[in-house]
């Protein structure tokens, strides 16, 4: 019987696998297509970038399937080999609590509604939610969100970009990475590509009635994309400034009229509080000028104090920042003067997040004292907290609090506690990486002084939880000179690239990185370890060009440190980009070039005591890619080597990667009982949490049995 392939199913399948390889086991279902591809049309086809490119070579495959039986079951299989995941979103509200003092806004509130609630018509449902900095339209989608939960039953997702460690917010592909976090998505299942994420956000939101709000979205870049194609999809944008041009129903939050914003006083502080008070009212409310953020801060002061409220003069200006500038230099009137200089220090960052040991470094105190400032401070709403006992600014807190550090505490110290914060996270940074990786050359050795961590885990962890933090110091460093900090912290970044698989989020802290060593240290083996974290980070991410420059930059920084292994292994990463679009010929010829670089390496030299794993590894890449090639009885006497040598070193992970080659490279050439009992070694050597090369591994049986 003849299988039949649908041209639009074959379709469907080749473009999944194009921008849904996200995780190791998707990768080797995208190479084994490659390989199908090349057998069945005769030549190379190097992968498609585009969704006319993947159609082109559906049509292709196609085309020769008709009168091809066992081409067509060979590919009819390998279709079912695509790990089916039902399209679910998590019900219930994502979204953070409402304010409980939240006040007015009824035609606010009534104007979004009737956006969230109109019938489509064939227009998308989004709203622009804008107003000044403290003006509240947080609080507002919040309090919409509380309001309306019933309307969206199949869930409320939030994501705030303010947290985000770049100058310039994160970027579109960023954005729809931490959105689908928000949906549930589990970490493999999240394609590397924009154009892949995208494809996956509409599919779990197609018919579905869902709100989605993106707070502090700064461009409209970041959330084109997630304008909905369903009509029961609702998405909020949170702009805190001026309004960017987007295809949606703009809606301004004006300030607190006196009425409203005394009525939110009261809310907050309590009646006979303000009532009290009566007298200092007009001032309050000119100093505060209708912003929720000033007003809530000033009627906390009420509440927590008896004594007269300290105002400066009104804070009115054409930007809408000047009374959250003007609540936080109250704030810092309120505190102690150390606690206040703490502020400012540690604001000069611009840091994500704020930790007691952040804090401390950059004032230059015992973390105990830091801890009990940090409290101080957010008692006097100069902080917010967060879990994990973390804080963070506002903003345009921040921004007051970091521009007044010069002139209260001068140059020289505000320089001093940059680079104590600096070098503060530095050590953490070190100490996490080579606890992440303790074997690896890639990775300084631990400081002396310091706290370690106790196992690979606890490193990850560590350096993952800092993330935002080291990838700002990266640009911090930079703008303060100091250069060899932010080398250092950029090759420290390493394990989160390798291991936990946080490509966007320390991209643009390698770009920047790259940059520096190129400026500072040209043609040195840390420029080559930078540009090789860069083109890895790029290829990840399905950016194929820039990771080719970058590789080849890593290539030659490396040869003109003179470093052997680090040249080998940046010739290897170029092998590995061309195997993974398909072009197999030229990545067997780096492949076999990284082979002869190691070969170079002599008794005594760094890295001669990893030249056998170093061979093993680049063996198993060129057998991967003579399989592509279709040289299928090379490619098995390679990979039964590495088999072998794996097995001999008992490192289990490796030779079950191998065994899965091997057994791929049998399939392909009709020995599919054989292929069989390799993948039963495989499965053998996995422990239950590699989920999803067990379950490849199980496609990949299917495969060899109804083939066999």
């Not at 509130?109 to 227009?123: C, I, S």
């Not at 963070?392 to 609090?401: G, I, M």
């Not at 970091?402 to 070190?430: F, K």
């Not at 080998?568 to 010829?589: D, I, K, P, T």
Request: hydrophobic share 40%; glycine share 8%.
């Amino acid at each position: 019987m003849l299988e039949i392939v649908a041209l639009s199913a074959l379709t469907a399948f080749l473009t999944a696998v194009g921008n849904g390889a996200a995780g190791e086991m998707g990768k080797q279902l995208l190479l084994s297509t490659g390989a199908l591809a090349r057998r069945t049309t005769g030549r190379e086809t190097p992968l498609p970038t585009s969704r006319e490119g993947w159609e082109s070579l559906a049509g292709h495959v196609h085309a020769r399937l008709g009168d091809d039986r066992r081409q067509a079951g060979e590919w009819s299989l390998l279709l079912r080999s695509l790990p089916e995941h039902a399209a679910e979103l998590p019900s219930g509200s994502g979204l953070p609590p409402a304010t409980r003092h939240f006040t007015d806004r009824k035609d606010v509130v009534k104007r979004l509604r009737r956006e969230a609630t109109r019938p489509a018509a064939g227009r998308p449902r989004v709203a622009l939610l804008y107003g000044p900095p403290g003006i509240g339209t947080t609080a507002v989608a919040l309090h919409l969100g509380a309001a309306c939960h019933a309307q969206f039953p199949d869930g409320q997702f939030y994501v705030d970009l303010r947290d985000y460690s770049g100058e310039l917010g994160p970027a579109p592909a960023a954005v729809l990475l931490r959105l689908l976090r928000q949906m549930g998505v589990e970490p493999e299942r999240i394609p590397p590509t924009e154009a892949g994420r995208e494809q996956l956000y509409r599919r779990l939101t197609a018919g579905r009635r869902a709100m989605v709000v993106v707070d502090h979205a700064s461009s409209v870049a970041q959330v084109r994309r997630l304008i909905p194609a369903t009509p029961e999809v609702f998405l909020l944008v949170v702009v805190s400034g001026p309004p960017f041009v987007l295809e949606a129903e703009p809606v301004p939050v004006p300030r607190l009229s006196d009425r409203d914003a005394l009525k939110m006083m009261r809310k907050v502080a309590g009646r006979e509080k303000v009532a009290r008070a009566k007298s200092q009212m007009p001032g309050v409310l000119a100093h505060c000028a209708g912003n929720a953020f000033a007003l809530r801060t000033t009627a906390m002061h009420l509440l927590t104090e008896d004594a007269e409220l300290d105002l400066p003069g009104p804070a009115t200006g054409a930007s809408g920042s000047e009374p959250v500038r003007a609540a936080a230099q109250t704030g810092c009137r309120r505190v102690r003067p150390e606690t206040a200089r703490l502020c400012r220090l540690t604001a000069l960052g611009g840091w994500p997040a704020i930790t007691v040991h952040l804090a401390a470094a950059a004032a230059g105190v015992a973390e105990e004292e830091a801890a009990r400032m940090l409290a101080e401070a957010a008692d006097a709403q100069l902080l917010e907290p967060l879990p994990d006992e973390r804080y963070r600014f506002r903003p345009e807190v921040r921004r007051h609090l970091a521009d007044t550090a010069g002139p209260e505490h001068g140059i020289p110290d505000c320089s001093a506690a940059v680079a104590r914060t600096l070098d503060a996270l530095l050590n953490r940074a070190l100490h996490a990486a080579h606890a992440a990786l303790p074997q690896s050359w890639r990775t300084e050795p631990a400081p002396a002084q310091g706290e370690a961590y106790r196992d690979e885990a606890e490193g990850v962890a560590a350096l993952a939880a800092e993330a935002g933090n080291l990838v700002r110091a990266v640009s911090v460093a930079r703008e303060y000179q100091h250069s060899t900090t932010a080398l250092r912290l950029g090759r420290a970044l390493w394990p989160l690239q390798l291991k936990a698989g946080h490509w966007d989020e320390v991209l643009p802290a390698l770009r920047i990185a790259a940059r520096c060593a190129e400026e500072h240290q040209p043609g040195s083996r840390i420029a080559g370890a930078l540009h090789f974290q860069l083109a890895h980070c790029l290829g990840e991410l399905g950016r194929w060009e820039e990771a080719d420059r970058e590789a080849e930059a890593a290539a030659r920084a490396e040869r003109e440190a003179g470093h052997l292994r680090g040249e080998a292994s940046s010739v290897e990463l170029q092998g590995l980009l061309n195997l993974h679009r398909w072009l197999y010929e030229a990545a067997h010829e780096r492949f076999v070039e990284a082979e002869a670089i190691y070969g170079r390496i002599a008794q005594g030299q760094e890295g001669v005591d990893d030249l056998s794993r170093a061979f093993a590894l680049s063996r198993r890449h060129q057998g991967r890619a003579l399989r592509g090639m279709g040289r299928l009885d090379e490619s098995r006497r390679l990979l039964e080597t590495v088999v072998d040598f794996f097995g001999q070193q008992g490192e289990a992970y490796n030779q079950a990667r191998a065994l899965t080659d091997l057994a791929e490279t049998l399939h392909d050439a009709g020995e599919n009982a054989e292929a069989l009992t390799k993948i039963a070694e495989a499965e053998r050597l996995l422990t239950p949490a590699a989920t999803p090369h067990l379950g490849y591994l199980a496609a990949l049986r299917l495969r060899c049995e109804v083939a066999g």
